[in-house]
Each structure stands twice: as structure tokens, then as C-alpha cells.
């Protein structure tokens, strides 16, 4: 782990600011939420991206009750649950399932 040099103090309501170069380099804006992890003595920081529950896949994610989950597992889960699929230039984006009698 890197040493920046820089230190500051938490205030009284448990706050600290992190300086401007530091979220410029890591791309962290007003608003952007942070994950926190602990190793041993230290507290590390890092820029949350959300990912899909079962696969940490973090593209093409739709929000399911607060989750995120991406269109390949919803893809895959309707497999597994008997659905067909079919996918064609008019319905991508808008998948079409049809049953599929598996018993």
C-alpha cells in the first residue's frame, strides 16, 4: 500500500474530507457512494460499483427489489426456471418467453 502523506482528523460527528486530488485521481464525485472494508488495522475506501448478486457481472444491470442483477442471469435463471427465449432484432432489449413444459 501507498503512503500519500496526507493526514486529517475526524470531526465530532465521525467526518473526514478527503482532499480534491484524491477523488480526482479515483474519479469520486459529490454524491458517489463509497464502500468501506476493514483489513487488520486499516480502514480502506473504495468507489462502490454495483454488480450483479450472482455473478459480480457489472454490465447491462437492472434494479430487481433493491438488487441489481444483469439480463445475462435473468437470462440464465429463466432457463433453469423451463422458459424459452427467444431473442430477435424486434425484441431485443425486450426478451419474449415463451413456457416450456419441463416436467
Same mark, same amino acid.
Given at each position: ?39 487488520? /488495522?486499516? +480502514?480502506?475506501? !473504495?468507489?462502490?460499483?454495483? %454488480?450483479?448478486?450472482?455473478?459480480? &457481472?457489472?454490465? /447491462?444491470? +437492472?434494479?430487481? !427489489?433493491?438488487?441489481?442483477? %444483469?439480463?445475462?442471469?435473468?437470462? &440464465? ?5 423451463g422458459f424459452r427465449l427467444e431473442e430477435t432484432a ?14
Amino acid at each position: 500500500m501507498k503512503s500519500t502523506g496526507i493526514v486529517r482528523k475526524i470531526d465530532q460527528l465521525g467526518r473526514m474530507v478527503l482532499p480534491s486530488e484524491l477523488r480526482a485521481s479515483f474519479n469520486i464525485n459529490e454524491g458517489d457512494a463509497l464502500e468501506i472494508f476493514t483489513s487488520n /488495522d486499516m +480502514i480502506v475506501l !473504495k468507489k462502490y460499483m454495483p %454488480s450483479d448478486i450472482f455473478t459480480g &457481472e457489472m454490465e /447491462d444491470l +437492472i434494479d430487481y !427489489k433493491g438488487k441489481k442483477v %444483469s439480463r445475462n442471469s435473468i437470462r &440464465e435463471l429463466a432457463r433453469l426456471a423451463g422458459f424459452r427465449l427467444e431473442e430477435t432484432a424486434e425484441t431485443l432489449g425486450t426478451d419474449s418467453f415463451e413456457t416450456e413444459d419441463i416436467l
